[in-house]
Nanobody
């Protein structure tokens, strides 16, 4: 079982940008399909994006066109670039490993969750 660690969260103004990173250790990173989820206060954890072995992405409709997911297998990291952030993007962002290796959008298909990194979009 591996370990994922998120970083890069913080406070940003509406319309601003932020880049999150997910660093993996303890397993072969290039074999992993990694997903990002977010959980706003009082709400369920929702799918944001996922990336396959070769870099093929999948996005939730709410972030498509604003967020970009990418991976660097040499550094064992997955990056989530977030642009045009809005208050509704405020949440704790988590990365996890997709057991189905299909870029699933279902939380139940993921394992090895990181501890999360908080993002607050506010003026």
């Amino acid at each position: 079982q591996g370990r994922l660690v998120e970083s890069g969260g913080g406070l940003v103004q509406p319309g601003g940008s932020l880049t999150l990173s997910c660093a993996a250790s303890g397993r072969s990173f290039s074999d992993l399909v990694i997903g990002w989820f977010r959980q706003a206060p009082g709400k369920n954890r929702d799918f944001v994006a996922a990336i396959g072995w070769g870099g093929t992405p999948a996005y939730a409709p709410s972030v498509k066109g604003r967020f970009i997911i990418s991976r660097n297998n040499a550094n064992s990291t997955v990056t989530l670039q977030m642009k045009s952030l809005q208050p509704e993007d405020t949440a704790v962002y988590y990365c996890a490993v997709d057991r189905t290796i299909s870029r699933s959008s279902f939380e139940r298909d993921y394992t090895d969750w990181g501890q999360g990194t908080p993002v607050t979009v506010s003026s």
